[in-house]
């Protein structure tokens, strides 16, 4: 009887020892939660948030002082951030949205192993950076300077310690770094090239007179 009961609660633990396992298989986010993966989104989305509502008065205001303050940048750039009025930047902001989504979603999707989620984090906590060296470098407020180190730079570093925690996270090299900040450039190119060509007028037909 004695052995009867032994081999019963073995049995029970084994079996609650795989249903525990099931569970961290089936739930995708894992022993991080969902505010280490979906959380990146909304990180995201309140930091651009401040981005769209001061990139159009900040270009109009500061730009022809720090052309006249920097005058070795190329005029190109001085003329590109001129152009960035309301609707273009938040076009570009909405394309930006999809791929951080994206992003998001695929480290939700696998536990925070994602390649493509890690990247974006690291590519967002390295765009918090960028931003306050920009800030330090125009010595003033620049947009996106608020949210990164109230935000960006400390969800970044939060988000990385759970992974690692877990388990999961990825060493972070100094190529890393450098594909991460490539990556970023790369993204924000590919958001305002598409909402260039969105909002870029289409000519009609020209009709024919009969």
């Known amino acids: 009887m004695h052995t009867g009961m032994h081999t019963n609660v073995h049995t029970e633990r084994t079996n609650a020892a795989r249903a525990a396992a099931a569970a961290r298989d089936t739930d995708p986010a894992g022993p991080i939660g969902v505010g ?4 990146l989104f909304a990180a995201w989305a309140l930091h651009d ?5 001061m990139v159009p008065r900040w270009t109009r205001t500061r730009v022809p002082e720090l052309r006249e303050r920097i005058p070795g940048v190329p005029e190109a750039v001085w003329e590109r951030l001129e152009s960035l009025d309301g609707r273009r930047f938040a076009t570009a902001v909405g394309v930006m949205a999809v791929i951080v989504a994206a992003a998001a979603a695929d480290g939700h999707r696998t536990g925070g192993r994602s390649g493509f989620y890690q990247g974006a984090l690291t590519g967002f906590g390295l765009h918090g950076l960028v931003h306050l060296a920009q ?3 125009f010595r003033g407020y620049t947009p996106g300077s608020v949210t990164s180190p109230l935000l960006v730079v400390p969800f970044t570093v939060w ?9 999961v996270l990825r060493p972070a090299t100094s190529r890393d770094i450098a594909v991460g900040l490539a990556t970023a450039a790369a993204a924000t190119a590919l958001s305002h090239g598409a909402a260039d060509r969105l909002l870029r007028p289409r000519r009609g037909r020209r009709g024919q007179r009969a």
């Open 159 to 167: 988000a990385r310690r759970r992974l690692r925690d877990a388990g």
């Open 49 to 53: 948030a401040e981005e769209v509502a």
């Open 36 to 39: 280490v993966t979906l959380g």
């Open 135 to 137: 800030a330090a470098a």
